[in-house]
């Protein structure tokens, strides 16, 4: 509605230009015309008197289409900007439970189990985590992230809005995604936290499209440590027949970086890779997860 609305605006305020342009040479070509000096110069008062008024209509006109067009795109970001607010800095996750189930043809389900808890001081309408996803560079955009389901303490909530767009790129480091692109955003809960209701449970179902392509040679779970998290869980299984195990090839069983860098903590790595075990899939479980780390699985699945 809004694009047919400027493109109203655009074609109205073009006809206008056009018709000033056309009166202007009307009386241009009057005034040539007229032998009379004393109606030569009233003529060209009132023609001074039209192009000024033209050039401010269409200062006023321009002015407004450019306001218009700033604030739709104000508009548009304002989420982005409302995803670092009303955010405590103290909010706890005292259990997370992260679930991937992937077939044999790069699609996957994750489905995230949170119990949250908020300070007695804070007022928390909903709050965010990262989500990423590796694609084939075809794939149309922003399709492999599809949030199913929304639940807070047994009330759903409306899945469509819960998905916010960050970037789509290609890493710093193509030759690791075999030339893929990642999609990255952040999921938003309604979690509704006030003085006098200071913890909540949350389920997030999500769909991963071609996420997974790669399953038969090595694929990554990811989790983002966003906040305090006392205890995390992670399980990979398969769908269908499909066998996931570690990967044959990855150096250790789960990868931490920072969140925001790309380089690896080898030290944290090793660590966290103790917690991690094949038991009908993959499974890791984790108390010692650190605040401000994102967590890699490589895996691998076979028929």
Known sequence: MEQHQSGGVSAAFAAF???????VLTIAGTLVGLRSSASQAA???VLTWLLIAASLATALVAGWLV????????????????LEAYVPRLIRFRRRHDSFVIAGDGNATLKISCDVEAPDADVVPWISFPMIAEVPQDQPSWTSISVRRVCVDGVDADPSIAFIRRERKIPADAATLDGRLVESGAVRVPVSLDTGRRRCSFIVELELLNAFSFIGHEEKCYTDVSYVTDHLE????????????????AHTRVEAQQLGMEMPDAPESQLQ????QATDGVRWRTEQAKLGYRYAIPVRGLP
Request: glycine letters at 4%; a positive charge.
């Open 17 to 23: 230009v056009s018709a000033m342009v056309s009166l």
């Open 43 to 45: 003529l060209f008062l």
């Open 67 to 82: 306001a218009d067009s700033i604030r739709k795109s104000t508009h548009e970001l304002a989420h982005l900007r409302d």
């Open 234 to 249: 992670v399980t990979i299984t398969g769908y269908d027949g499909l066998r996931v195990s570690f990967s044959p090839y």
């Open 273 to 276: 890779s103790r917690y991690c």
